[in-house]
């Protein structure tokens, strides 16, 4: 019966008639078998998990099942190890400024007229979207739980984000980044099976603005309170994630960081390691909040929300990823069909930039007929994130920097003159090269990006606290040089949450990114190696590259 239940689940998914859906699926297939098996294993422990936390609090007589308190959503998941339950929870036309979509749109000033035609997202969510909102058209599917598709404040927290993700634009303030975009929707039970069916059909994003907390009182007194050890713990769920995206490999998964950081529990941390649950995977697209940025000048432009949880893992990984706007962004409202409001959080700024990738995904697919793969596209993204923080390279702060969707597609655009996009596979035993020639001109970055396999994930208790053991499962190494130098990827040292980002060996990262500011023009080789054995004999990569000559864009 479970199976029936699964085809008929990936039929809805697949029915869509955009042409996204289906030129997708075509390069999805021979890992769809994978991906359905991996679906029904985790719908079977996901709902086996929830009876038992259900029977528990009820036992207990806390707080049972699905709340709210301080207009924050609630809703238990499962027990940990030790017996405490653990709830998911919701984390509360700037935000397009402030990332350069609005220049994509039609209407920008790059002329590509990108809006989300014919490209579907997708959005795991603590309750239903309000699909008759006068600024969804009819393009928002409910795929479950649609009890509460008309009503008010079950909804409030999934309209606002699915209105930043696609809103049209009838109240000009509030229009979503991808306006034309078609949304399929779901509640946050069940999301890691849902999660493996929807990447199996074909789909390329997905948003969620959501993430664990721990004894959340009852629904008149509570409010979540965390286990501070599982800040920045490699767990099940990140495990899971990060399979999910294996065997997806044209999903991304967008993830919002938390609102973390001015927790008074939290301040003896230093202002760093806030992350929890699925923003600590690795193949997961971690997305942070920052204030407008109306006019980027220069990196202090960029300020941190106060709220914006920060990295980094227990291991030492680059998290966030990414940071986009989440303070004050308007958007719908579930009260009415023409309701709006403001909301701050990073589950603002995660729709802010899942809304916007879908831009570079049609804007790929206009020129090449195909999608880039979740690494290529994670990769772009790093490749061309505005500098933030005071030092320059990463931070455990900002991560890799301010989305760019302006640099990022002209990097697509000019895709083999004067910047390269390439998908390759690395096998055991083998090394890659490639000869460039730098203009001389212009910074020459070059960065790689893998989809790696899941980690091993760390016991569902406190005594791996902190641990440092390495979830990195396939170490690329990547080198640049010339006749003069060798240059290094960008490092960030754990031992020392705040200190500037310097060069080496980054055995820790699935992203390595290096960059010479003042480049020499001339012939420069790249040089992609790898540590020890390969997990299942290879492993597949991205590679982009901006500063170059077009005779260094000749086909492999």
């Not at 339950?85 to 979509?101: M, Q, V």
């Not at 286990?227 to 994630?241: C, K, L, P």
């Not at 831009?359 to 994670?378: E, P, V």
Request: aromatic share 8%; with cysteine.
């Amino acid at each position: 019966m479970r199976q029936i239940v699964l085809i008929a689940f990936l039929l809805i998914y697949g029915s869509s008639s955009n042409g996204q859906t289906i030129v997708q699926r075509n390069q999805t297939i021979p890992f769809g078998n994978k991906l359905t098996s991996l679906s029904t294993k985790l719908e079977q422990s996901q709902r086996d998990k929830k009876a038992i936390a259900l029977k528990y609090v009820a036992e207990k007589g806390i707080a049972n099942g699905k709340f709210y308190h301080d207009n924050r959503l609630i809703e238990i998941q499962k027990l940990s190890s030790e017996n405490l339950p653990l709830y998911y929870t919701t984390y509360n036309i700037d935000a397009a400024k402030t990332t350069g979509a609005d220049a994509l749109w039609s209407g920008g000033k790059l002329g590509l007229n990108l809006n989300g035609e014919l490209m579907t997202l997708g959005v795991w969510d603590g309750s239903a979207v309000r699909t008759t909102h006068q600024e969804f058209g009819g393009r928002v599917t409910m795929v479950d739980d649609t009890r509460f598709t008309n009503s008010n404040s079950s909804t409030e927290h999934a309209t606002h984000v699915a209105g930043t993700m696609i809103a049209s634009g009838v109240s000009a303030s509030a229009q979503g980044m991808a306006s034309k975009a078609l949304l399929r929707a779901s509640d946050w039970n069940s999301d890691e099976s849902e999660m493996a069916a929807f990447g199996a059909a074909g789909f390329l994003i997905s948003n969620h603005s959501y993430g664990f907390c721990t004894d959340p009182g009852s629904e008149s007194s509570g409010g979540c309170s965390w286990q501070n050890w599982r800040f920045g713990y490699y767990d099940e769920v990140a495990a899971s994630w990060d399979e999910i995206a294996y065997e997806a490999p044209y999903y991304l998964i967008v993830k919002a960081s938390g609102n973390d950081l001015n927790d008074n529990k939290n301040n003896a941390r230093g202002g760093y390691d806030l992350l929890e649950g699925s923003g600590t995977s690795k193949n997961v697209l971690v997305v942070g909040a920052t204030e407008d940025v109306l006019n980027y000048t220069s990196t202090s432009s960029v300020d941190l929300a106060f709220f914006s949880s920060t990295g980094p893992t227990d291991d030492g990984r680059i998290k966030p990823d990414i940071v986009g706007n989440g303070v004050d962004l308007r958007s719908a409202f579930s009260g009415s069909n023409s309701s709006y409001g403001t909301i701050s959080g990073t589950s603002m700024a995660t729709p802010n930039v899942s809304g916007s990738l879908i831009l570079l995904q049609q804007h790929y697919n206009n020129l090449n007929d195909a999608f880039m793969k979740s690494s290529t596209l994670r990769g772009l993204v790093i490749h061309t994130a505005r500098e933030a923080g005071s030092d320059p390279g990463p931070d455990y702060r900002f991560g890799w920097g301010l989305l760019d969707m302006e640099e990022a597609s002209k990097v697509i655009s000019n895709n083999e003159e004067s910047t390269l996009i390439e998908e390759h596979t690395l096998n055991n035993g083998e090394s890659f090269q490639k000869i460039i020639e730098a203009d001389g001109l212009s910074p020459l970055v070059v960065t790689i990006c893998w989809t790696d396999p899941k980690g091993t994930p760390l016991s569902d208790n406190s005594s791996s606290e902190n641990s440092t053991s390495i979830r990195l499962v396939n170490d690329l190494d990547t080198r640049l040089s010339n006749s003069n130098d060798t240059f290094m990827p960008w490092v960030l040292n754990p031992g020392s949450l705040s200190a500037a980002a310097q060069n080496g060996d980054n055995f820790r990262d699935n992203v390595e990114k290096i960059e010479i500011e003042n480049s020499v023009s001339g012939e420069y080789v790249i040089t992609i190696n790898h540590k020890g054995t390969l997990f299942s004999g290879s492993q597949n990569f991205s590679i982009v590259i901006s500063g170059i000559v077009p005779s260094s864009c000749n086909p492999e």
